[in-house]
């Protein structure tokens, strides 16, 4: 595990996108997943821009979204289909082949965890970019999850129905999330653990310097052999500064 600490927001953003696209350079068929919110916002946009601007090949690349809010329709705002498609797919004019989300709306969430769980199994995940949730959540594998799951359906706790309203201009009823897991997080060839702010700091240092155990997700973080954990200078503010 390694630890950067940037300046502040922007410097942690453009070093991801730096790092995701010298990864792409590298290998064209780079497999992505990806999750939404507020920390890889900048991320992402940056991403997209150098991809552009440079003339990065990315037609071999492919794009994994990490969660879902289950019973969102995609045209919510709050969604992460929305959040990809304005900022990643559209932006990019990713033919559906290069991506894969979970459908949210579908009568069969369980036979939606099934394909993903092929898709993963069938093209691994390159660079897996995850944020953190105030309870330690990553994707939707809140604590209790097991460190060996695959994709699930999982019912969202307090702490990720009140933060999730952050996402929507009404109140929203919140209730399940479908993700990918922490099973597969551990399969990614790199994991890049995104935050910022120093509300993060508490969650940051949990994650990297507590116990490791399923009930604080991310601390699973310390089990991967390749992740890189990235933060600003408030999200580190708690870490032991010796490192
Ligand atoms: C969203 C996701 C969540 C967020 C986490 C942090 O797709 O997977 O686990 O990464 O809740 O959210 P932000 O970045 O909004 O603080």
Known sequence: ??????????AL????????????????????????????????????NTILSEKIDYSGFRF??????????PENSGSCHYFFKT?????????????????????DPAAECKKMDAVIA???????????????????NEPGTSFLSLCHVAALDDTTKSVGQKYFNEQMEL??????????LLTASTVLLMANGSKKAPVIQKAVEGPVK?????????????????TDKEAAALLNTSR
């Open 1 to 10: 595990m390694t630890i950067s600490v940037f300046e502040d927001y922007h």
């Open 13 to 48: 953003s453009a070093h991801a996108a730096s790092f995701i696209a010298g990864q792409l350079r590298i290998k064209p068929s780079l497999t992505l997943c990806m999750a939404s919110g507020h920390t890889p916002a900048l991320t992402v946009e940056m991403l997209v």
């Open 64 to 73: 994994i979204g990490l969660d879902e809010w289950l019973g969102l329709p």
């Open 87 to 107: 900022k990643l797919i559209d932006p990019l004019q990713l033919s559906p082949s290069q991506y894969f989300l979970f459908d949210a709306m579908s009568p």
């Open 122 to 140: 069938e093209r691994g995940i390159d660079i897996m970019l995850v944020g953190i949730g105030m309870n330690g959540h990553i994707g939707f």
């Open 175 to 184: 209730s399940k999330g479908i993700t990918t897991g922490l099973g597969q």
């Open 214 to 230: 399923e009930s604080f997700p991310a601390s699973i973080i310390q089990r991967h052999p390749n992740a890189v954990i990235l």
